[in-house]
């Protein structure tokens, strides 16, 4: 009995401390006229967190695409979510980010900087947070020939 109540005591508290024992990415990539579009959720806590401890924020704004922590975001991107192809490194330029499940979840929309050439594999480096957390995942969603798959590796190889 006295098990039962540790562990319902225990839940009890991290469901209110925000605690999640997860530390993952999760990303739907989709290419439209030649780009690359990611539209990516972060756990919250976890991306102020970082965001304010290396950039050293006070604290970590996202309401709009100006906002400090947006900002930073967009540079903290640039190191960490890179396609290659034919020689070329293209980076991601953030177009929209909201929060969601009750503030929980940081949705970011991303597109690729420069076009993609839609005939020839690319990879796309996925590297977010893995420098802080050594258990970090970022799932990559994305359809092809009506087909789904999820990568979660740091390197994936896309090939239509």
């Known amino acids: ?6 562990i319902f005591v ?10 999640h ?7 739907k990539m989709s290419i439209a006229d030649n780009y690359v579009y990611l539209k990516t959720n972060f756990f919250a806590d976890d991306l102020c967190a970082q965001i304010e401890k290396k950039y050293r924020l006070k604290q970590a704004d996202f309401s709009t695409l100006h906002s400090n922590g ?10 960490h979510l890179v396609i290659y192809q034919n020689d070329k490194s293209i980076t991601f330029d953030i177009e929209n980010v909201f929060y969601s499940e009750k503030n929980s979840i940081l949705t970011v929309e991303t597109k690729s900087h420069n076009m993609i050439d839609s005939l020839t594999s690319f990879s796309l480096k996925n590297t977010i947070f893995q420098e802080v957390f050594s258990s970090q995942t970022n799932s ?3 359809k092809t ?13 896309y090939n239509e």
């Open 21 to 27: 024992p997860l530390k993952m990415t999760f990303s």
């Open 1 to 6: 009995m006295k098990n039962v109540v540790l």
């Open 140 to 142: 990559v969603h994305f």
């Open 145 to 157: 020939n009506n087909k789904r798959h999820t990568l979660s590796k740091k390197q994936i190889i």
């Open 70 to 79: 947006t900002l930073v975001l967009q540079n903290y991107l640039k190191e």
């Open 10 to 19: 225990v839940v009890f508290f991290f469901s209110f401390k925000g605690y």
